[in-house]
Nanobody, 123 residues
Framework: QVQLVESGGGLVQAGGSLRLSCAAS????????MGWFRQAPGKEREFVAA????????YYADSVKGRLTISRDNVKNTMSLQMNSLKPEDTAVYYC????????????????WGQGTQVTVSS
């Protein structure tokens, strides 16, 4: 069993930065591929980024490449999302997720989810 708790969301102006964190409990955190997803009002949850257990393989949605950076620390059981050059269209609730049974970009395949953290980017 893995419990995930996100933090670090907030209100920022366009062009600004935020760093999201996901703290995980559970001994097997280091075994899981982890992902970040986001959901804006009235829209479906969408893939943002994913990182394999070793950190060797990292994937990004095209819309965030070059602006967002995913990382993990298997000793501290944490995952982070550094968000730079934020845009109003990045506004959403951001979720961390673990242990996908399907492709890393498929939300429905993830077994564990956090409660989400709100990111609001003003223009």
């Amino acid at each position: 069993q893995v419990q995930l708790v996100e933090s670090g969301g907030g209100l920022v102006q366009a062009g600004g930065s935020l760093r999201l964190s996901c703290a995980a409990s559970g001994r097997t955190f280091s075994l899981y591929t982890m992902g970040w997803f986001r959901q804006a009002p009235g829209k479906e949850r969408e893939f943002v980024a994913a990182i394999t257990w070793s950190g060797k393989n990292i994937y990004y949605a095209d819309s965030v490449k070059g602006r967002l950076t995913i990382s993990r620390d298997n000793v501290k059981n944490t995952m982070s999302l550094q968000m730079n050059s934020l845009k109003p269209e990045d506004t959403a609730v951001y979720y961390c997720a673990a242990d996908p049974s399907r492709a890393y970009y498929t939300a429905s395949g993830y077994k564990y989810w956090g409660q989400g953290t709100q990111v609001t980017v003003s223009s």
